[in-house]
């Protein structure tokens, strides 16, 4: 996806009155606070998508509204089946759809999966009233150099909807768990 698409993406989903999500592409354009919390700094690829919210979550509780508890079929096809990604099965509460939970903060956790020609990080923040996802990429074999531009291509179409749709979930979590506590007699 080149730059002005991504600009007329955004200001479409603003006059459409969706919540407008910011990107940027590469390694050097990454925030550093994402490249630090990645165990891959020197990777290959990145990018980082962020969204206003005035919903406060964990980082982790960002992750799983994001991506799920296990991995959708349409996320192992993805995962599984295009990128060769050995993902963990079933639920755990050390994985987020498959991916192993590998360092957390409290404004961050890091996801980490790998196939045999790339290792992925995926970092999600919640801060300052946004929440981020950067992912990171590192060619393990050359063919990750061939399989992964076109799917980053893709990548980059599906994440500002994963995001709106994240927020959408967690603003749905936070009124069904405030209008509990405003009930009488619980």
């Known amino acids: 996806m080149t730059l002005p698409e991504s600009i007329r993406e955004q200001q479409s989903a603003a006059a459409s009155g969706a919540s407008a999500v910011t990107g940027v592409v590469g390694m050097s354009a990454i925030p550093e606070s994402d490249r630090s919390a990645s165990s891959l700094p020197d990777g290959d690829y990145a990018d980082a998508f962020s969204i206003a919210t005035d919903v406060i979550a964990s980082p982790e509780q960002w992750a799983r509204a994001m991506f799920g508890d296990i991995p959708n079929l349409a996320q192992q096809f993805i995962w599984r089946g295009l990128l060769g990604i050995r993902l963990s099965r079933g639920r755990s509460p050390r994985t987020v759809a498959g991916w192993r939970i590998a360092e957390q903060g409290e404004q961050w956790i890091r996801l980490e999966a790998g ?43 599906l994440i500002p909807g994963l995001l ?18 405003r009930r009488p007699g619980q």
């Open 115 to 157: 196939s045999w020609f790339l290792s992925a990080n995926l970092v999600v923040r919640g801060f300052d009233g946004r929440v981020s996802l950067a992912t990171l990429v590192r060619y393990e074999r050359a063919v990750g150099r061939i399989v992964w531009p076109p799917l980053s291509a893709v990548h980059r179409l």
């Open 164 to 181: 709106r749709a994240a927020v959408e979930l967690r603003t749905r979590e936070q009124r069904r768990a405030d209008a509990a506590l």
